[in-house]
Nanobody
Framework: QVQLVESGGGLVQPGGSLRLSCAAS????????IAWIRQAPGKEREGVSC????????YYADSVKGRFTISRDNRKKVVYLQMNRLEPEDTAVYYC?????????????????WGKGTLVTVPS
């Protein structure tokens, strides 16, 4: 059974940092696309970052480029999102989502598996 469990959210002051973790189980990190997607109160979901083994690329939303970094530890089966220089606009529930298999793509609207999310709050 595929499971994704996020952790690392919390309250942080503007300009601070957090590192989110997504622990994966039920599948091996061989062929996949794993994304971080966030949803702020009253707003639509936004794809933040994604890493795919299909094309070897890493994607970032323009709003987080230069501040956020996605990385993975295949041995631990964990995907991280390092978030620096946080802003109040980054306040949201952050979800980890995945699509598995050869050819898995970073399609934020088409991810097959989702975690329950972790809340990040950056007060204004």
């Amino acid at each position: 059974q595929v499971q994704l469990v996020e952790s690392g959210g919390g309250l942080v002051q503007p300009g601070g940092s957090l590192r989110l973790s997504c622990a994966a189980s039920g599948f091996t990190l061989d062929y996949y696309a794993i994304a971080w997607i966030r949803q702020a109160p009253g707003k639509e979901r936004e794809g933040v970052s994604c890493i795919s083994t299909s094309d070897g690329n890493i994607y970032y939303a323009d709003s987080v480029k230069g501040r956020f970094t996605i990385s993975r530890d295949n041995r631990k089966k964990v995907v991280y999102l390092q978030m620096n220089r946080l802003e109040p606009e980054d306040t949201a529930v952050y979800y980890c989502a995945a699509t598995l298999g050869l050819g898995a793509a970073c399609d934020y609207n088409g991810m097959d598996y989702w975690g329950k999310g972790t809340l990040v709050t950056v007060p204004s």
